[in-house]
């Protein structure tokens, strides 16, 4: 499914922004329309953590959960556990205090400066829609969209284009609304991760690209919380969780899915009971 502001799914009217919870909400739409009572959620990066998220809060609707290259939840930023620029970095395992953690009351500047910042970036935003959306020749929109994901290939590329552009006269227009790359949410501290991450009943298998975004051993800005949620999910969901690591990167459920469909293939027999899958 597209989520609102993306794909083929509408834009929010003005004033209506994009909020990470939104998307949770909209799968839980989606299922009720369609009389779903129990189901399995398979996402990609976003969608996966989207997919985490709704496995806490409907714990009783999953019975398996696939994420691809995500970790299942958005921890803060490293050295901001407590929120938007709130806090030093700690570990999941060690949340004591630290004598250099910054005041609260930089604390709260940092935090309305986040908020400040977002609602100003919305703004901005929607005095600029007014005008026509920027037309591209259909390779023109390709190589735009393979610049700023340099892990895609052509062909990927294209099958993104099949709903993430539109023709009209003269070429194509992408169809994402630009604040929904607004981040318009707030992080998760580490006791928040541990608790929520108790209440999933689902199975969950967990698929990281050995050059993808999510990979520990990787040098890249996520290291400092992917082994401990890996642990995490190992040492609260046990044999219900599964960890596999493929070659590959961030999109490698585009590139190359023939890597990824045996494992999910095998993930999804193990147990028949699920009455639809989304």
């Known amino acids: 499914m597209d989520f609102g502001g993306h794909g083929l799914s509408s834009h929010r009217p003005a004033g209506f922004p994009y909020h990470f919870l939104d998307y949770v909400s909209e799968v839980r739409r989606v299922t009720a329309a369609l009389k779903w009572s129990q189901f399995t959620l398979m996402g990609h990066s976003l969608g ?9 809060i409907f714990p009783e609707m999953v019975d398996k959960v696939i994420l691809i290259e995500s970790c299942g939840f958005f921890p803060a930023p490293q050295g901001q556990e407590r929120g938007p620029g709130l806090g030093k970095r700690r570990n999941l395992t060690s949340l004591l205090p630290s004598r250099d953690e910054p005041s609260k009351s930089e604390e709260s500047e940092a935090w309305l400066d986040s908020k400040r910042r977002v609602i100003e970036r919305l703004l901005s935003l929607e005095e600029n829609k007014a005008q026509p959306p920027k037309v591209r020749s259909p390779q023109e929109a390709l190589q735009r969209l393979l610049e700023v994901n340099t ?20 070429g194509l227009v992408y169809n994402r609304d630009l604040r929904a790359l607004v981040n318009n949410q707030d992080a998760l501290t580490p006791e928040q991760c541990a608790r929520f991450l108790s209440k999933i009943q689902a199975s969950v298998l967990m698929i990281i690209a050995q050059d993808g975004i999510f990979n520990p051993e990787v040098e890249n800005s996520f290291p400092y919380f992917v082994k401990s949620l890996h642990t995490m999910f190992q040492s609260m969901l046990k044999e219900r969780f599964q960890l596999a690591k493929v070659p590959g990167n961030h999109f490698v459920h585009l590139n190359e899915p023939e890597v990824i469909a045996g494992l999910i293939n095998v993930f999804l027999k193990r147990d028949q009971s699920s009455k639809a899958r989304l």
Request: glycine share 18%; hydrophobic share 40%.
């Open 48 to 56: 996966g953590t989207v997919a985490g998220m709704f496995s806490c």
């Open 151 to 170: 892990h895609l290939t052509e062909e990927s590329g294209r099958i993104l284009l099949q709903r993430g552009a539109t023709e009209v006269l003269g």
